[in-house]
């Protein structure tokens, strides 16, 4: 039981450490963009066959009441 307990505390010590470590390091190892880029590395690949673009004009925000400000 004592075994475990250890494993927990020194489990949690690391990950506020490895996360203290991220957060204050300048450039942050390039984690951000990592995080972002990964799962796009481990999916299959997809092809594209199709797009969107979605464009909101002047006349329709303001039928809308739409804040210009806000998304």
């Known amino acids: 039981m004592a075994q475990r307990w250890r494993n927990y505390i020194v489990g949690t010590l690391f990950t506020v450490v490895a996360g203290w470590i991220v957060l204050v390091l300048p450039g942050r ?13 481990i999916r299959p690949d997809m092809p594209l066959t199709e797009a969107v673009i979605v464009y909101m004009d002047e006349e329709s925000r303001g039928r809308l009441q739409q804040s210009p400000q806000e998304p």
Do not use: K, M, Q, V
């Open 29 to 41: 190892l390039g984690l951000e963009a990592l995080s972002f880029d990964l799962p796009f590395l």
